[in-house]
């Protein structure tokens, strides 16, 4: 019944923007720790970004001052904001339910939105 929905990724050239969208629906999406996955070819899944319920903030060194992770609590979406895109930003991202005591330490992924920088 939980399903977490991407959106947004696309071809974009280096230094472009990028807006993503993840809505979660059957679950209590305002008491979740969200956080942005992103994989690419022949790399292990790396941390983005999360936010806590309580609007805690936290990013990948990569993407400091470049990224900003938000949430809308009234639509169940949670949003990453890429700026100032770079080669090394292409990859599959993925958004994530976080395991935690509040969510009954069940996790769910999305599946997933191909971001391609490129020139």
């Known amino acids: 019944q939980v399903q977490l929905v991407e959106s947004g990724g696309g071809l974009v050239q280096p230094g472009g923007s990028l807006r993503l969208s993840c809505a979660l629906s059957g679950s209590d999406f305002a008491s979740q720790t969200m956080r942005w996955y992103r994989q690419a070819p022949g790399k292990q899944r790396e941390l983005v970004a999360a936010?806590?319920?309580?609007?805690?903030?936290n990013y990948a060194d990569s993407v400091k001052g470049r990224f900003t992770i938000s949430r809308d609590n009234a639509k169940s979406t949670v949003y990453l904001q890429m700026n100032s895109l770079k080669l090394e930003d292409t990859a599959v991202y993925l958004c994530?339910?976080?395991?935690?005591?509040?969510?009954?330490?069940?996790?769910?992924w999305g599946q997933g939105t191909q971001v391609t920088v490129s020139s």
């Open positions: 994530n339910s976080a395991p935690t005591a509040a969510s009954g330490w069940r996790t769910y």
């Open positions: 936010i806590t319920s309580g609007g805690s903030t």
